[in-house]
């Protein structure tokens, strides 16, 4: 899959595709339904398929401090975009000069002159350029007189309930991993380059991978029962804590630490993906480490238990 950073570096090699233009966070069920579609019409006419996304996504740059949590972050987007056979992605930096692009303008400097579009595949609640002024009816119009066709994609359900990244957040910040899942048609995975932590952990007699989260927010919190992938053939069992440690003091970071069972290799620089299985608690803070650790001992037989563990197995040091 190809990545083109930037409406300055598409080339004349880039013109003439079908596409698509949107978030894509999580890459759940409807985002798929819209890749489908997009490449049965790429297939038709004998076109590469191009996804249009943005970075940081528009409302981390108009409201920052109100902005949702990130289900992907971009390195996990673009690989899932890969995975559903995406053969390019088009990511604008969305700054001031994005925001301030009038509507009419934005169509014309991406899809017609820089993209050369044959067929453009939209969500039913899009819109873009300066103000949001730009819907549907203004794509269609410019369509018909540059010679590319417009598709609104109908809202995804399943049953009576809409797909989004929006009802994928709800459930996660409820805990309710098995609804998150349905959405995403995956469980749900945060990745990360495992980092040296201060090590606090190890004293109490549970040594933690700490992950580096590189995210304002997360939308998850609290301890869960885990797997973990990429440190072997097989998916590690294991017990994580997300959130920002109010017992050390608190951190205004987010922060995901995991507790491996009856591992002992270094793993400092692995990259690595914690799948969430089942949430065991919320984060609370702890008027001491001894209070801590024996919580941390309860949380790990109750994880083992999930996973169907022998207890005795539980501690390594």
């Not at 017609?112 to 939209?122: A, H, S």
């Not at 549907?136 to 066709?149: A, P, T």
């Not at 109908?154 to 009576?160: D, I, K, Q, S, V």
Request: charged share 25%.
């Amino acid at each position: 899959m190809q990545v083109i950073r930037g409406l300055h570096n598409l080339r004349s090699e880039h013109r003439g595709c079908v596409a698509t233009i949107g978030n894509f966070d999580g890459v759940h069920l409807g985002h798929r339904a819209v890749f489908r579609h997009l490449k049965e019409k790429a297939l038709d006419l004998s076109l590469p398929t191009t996804v249009v996304t943005f970075e940081p996504q528009p409302w981390e740059f108009f409201a920052p401090e109100q902005a949702p949590a990130r289900l992907t972050r971009m390195r996990e987007k673009l690989q899932a975009l890969k995975d559903n056979g995406i053969d390019r992605v088009v990511l604008l930096e969305f700054g001031h000069k994005l925001a301030a692009m009038p509507a009419q303008e934005f169509v014309e400097e991406l899809l017609v002159i820089g993209l050369g579009v044959r067929y453009l595949l939209i969500g039913d609640d899009f819109r873009f350029g300066q103000g949001r002024t730009g819907d549907i009816d203004l794509l269609q119009r410019i369509g018909q007189e540059q010679g590319f066709g417009v598709e609104n994609m109908n809202t995804f359900a399943m049953g009576e309930e809409r797909v989004s990244s929006t009802r994928i957040r709800q459930a996660l910040a409820q805990g309710d991993l098995e609804q998150a899942e349905r959405n995403l048609g995956r469980p749900y995975r945060i990745c990360g380059r495992v980092a040296h932590g201060d090590e606090r952990g190890r004293t109490i007699g549970f040594p933690t991978a700490n992950i580096n989260l590189h995210r304002r927010v997360s939308p998850l919190r609290g301890v869960y029962a885990v797997l973990v992938h990429g440190l072997g053939t097989t998916p590690l069992t294991g017990v994580a804590n997300i959130g920002t440690r109010p017992t050390v003091e608190g951190d205004p970071r987010y922060l995901l630490e995991v507790h491996l069972f009856d591992f002992k290799r270094q793993i400092y620089g692995e990259h690595v993906q914690v799948e969430f299985r089942l949430k065991l608690r919320d984060e609370k803070r702890f008027e001491s480490f001894e209070a801590l650790r024996q919580q941390i001992q309860r949380d790990v037989e109750a994880a083992q238990a999930f996973f169907g563990i022998p207890i005795a197995g539980s501690r390594n040091s």
